[in-house]
């Protein structure tokens, strides 16, 4: 009896293992189903290389939206990655133990804040920062809605995920490991270089894909200070418009035009495997990553 338990319950595991994956496919069929009247109309290279965006008139260029996407998030790890990895340095390896007591909880409250708090922060702080004191020195005029601010915006809204990942990393390095560097003459700062980061980059690098993936996905607080304009950003003081923004500022409002809504599932689509595509190249890297450590 105790036997056939365990098979069965092995295999209900397995059921909701599937299940649990399927999910994935269910989504991106959904996706696809509702996006083809606009497939129908239009093909893939002319929907995704197009700038042209004129519900109006029946014309989806999704170019621009890929592009705002793609500043903004690349520019959110262009900031969080180093704030975050010297802060998850700083707590793990040199910060003493009452001042961990203070730091640990003040970065995971960062986690806890609706997006929004950080949308209304940006256009009352980031935004005026941008506008008045930054853009003069590099362009004739900018509003301050920009990639830029969306890109600052975003980084404070990844950096507790960043830090939390890269500090447990951190703390699973054997101490034998760091004690052995030390022993043989390094500095702690040699010793970290050399021993903590090499052996935690695989790491490291998972906590920056998971923080791209959720980036990508960020609505609220990126509607608000990127300017939503439809247009490429040639610059990071440019307005872009997400595809997210793009699906949360027109989902239910703009219905009534022809192919609108699959014009937005579409938009989701595009948004689903541009994180699938990315999340799988990052797990082929990672795992030569691992492999070349191991070697």
Not at 24 to 29: A, D, E, S
Not at 148 to 155: C, E, S
Not at 166 to 172: C, D, G, H, N, Y
Not at 224 to 243: I, K, Q, R, T
Request: charged share 10%.
């Amino acid at each position: 009896m105790r036997l056939l338990k365990d098979k069965i319950l092995s295999k209900l595991m397995l059921v909701f293992t599937l299940a649990s994956v399927s999910l994935l496919l269910v989504i991106g069929i959904g996706l696809y189903y509702h996006s083809i009247p606009l497939l129908q109309k239009s093909s893939w290279g002319e929907l995704v290389t197009s700038s042209v965006w004129k519900p109006l008139k029946g014309l989806f260029g999704f170019y621009p939206f890929i592009m705002g996407t793609l500043w903004v998030t690349g520019i959110a790890i262009v900031i969080a990655l180093p704030l975050c990895l010297f802060t998850a340095l700083y707590i793990v390896e040199y910060a003493h133990a009452r001042i961990k007591r203070i730091l640990v909880p003040f970065v995971n409250l960062l986690s806890g804040i609706p997006p929004v708090i950080f949308g209304v922060w940006g256009v009352l702080f980031i935004i005026p920062l941008i506008q008045k004191y930054i853009a003069p020195h590099f362009v004739d005029y900018s509003t301050g809605y920009s990639v830029l601010a969306g890109g600052i915006v975003l980084a404070v809204m990844i950096f507790p995920l960043i830090v939390s990942i890269i500090s447990e990393v951190l703390r699973t390095i054997p101490k034998e490991l760091k004690d052995a560097s030390l022993s043989l003459g390094a500095t702690q700062w040699e010793t970290i270089k050399n021993v903590a980061l090499r052996k935690a980059l695989p790491g490291i690098v998972t906590a920056v894909v998971l923080a791209i993936s959720r980036a990508f996905g960020e609505t609220i607080a990126v509607l608000m200070v990127c300017g939503n304009n439809a247009v490429v950003p040639n610059s990071v003081f440019d307005p872009g418009y997400p595809l997210p923004a793009l699906i949360a500022n027109n989902y239910g409002e703009m219905m009534s035009i022809p192919l609108y809504d699959s014009a937005l599932m579409f938009a989701a689509l595009l948004l689903f495997i541009i994180i699938l595509l990315f999340n799988i190249i990052s797990r082929v890297i990672l795992t030569r990553l691992e492999r070349k450590l191991i070697g």
